[in-house]
Nanobody
Framework: QVQLVDSGGGLVQAGGSLRLSCAAS????????VAWWRQAPGKERDFVAYLTSTGRSTYYSDSVRGRFTISRDNAKNTAYLQMNNLKPEDTALYSC???????????????WGQGTQVTVSS
């Protein structure tokens, strides 16, 4: 069983940056695929980014590619999402997830964090 705790969200102006953290406990996530998803009010959960279990490959949605970076610190057992040049449309509840059940682009993961709110003002 893996517990994921999301943190780092907040209120930021457009063009600003935030770094989200996803701290894992009880089990190492160093060899597990991890992802970030987001959900805005009244909308479906959207894929943001994915880091493969090996750490060698990353994948991003078109809307965040070039602005967001997913990473993992195995020593700290923590995954991150660095978000730069934030836009108002990035406002959402961001959740990390680990160990996809099948396709990583579908929100079927074994473990989920509780989410952290990101609000970007214009």
């Amino acid at each position: 069983q893996v517990q994921l705790v999301d943190s780092g969200g907040g209120l930021v102006q457009a063009g600003g940056s935030l770094r989200l953290s996803c701290a894992a406990s009880t089990t190492s996530i160093s060899d597990i695929g991890v992802a970030w998803w987001r959900q805005a009010p009244g909308k479906e959960r959207d894929f943001v980014a994915y880091l493969t279990s090996t750490g060698r490959s990353t994948y991003y949605s078109d809307s965040v590619r070039g602005r967001f970076t997913i990473s993992r610190d195995n020593a700290k057992n923590t995954a991150y999402l660095q978000m730069n040049n934030l836009k108002p449309e990035d406002t959402a509840l961001y959740s990390c997830a680990a160990r996809p059940v099948g396709n990583a682009y579908v929100p079927h993961y074994t473990y989920w964090g509780q989410g952290t709110q990101v609000t970007v003002s214009s």
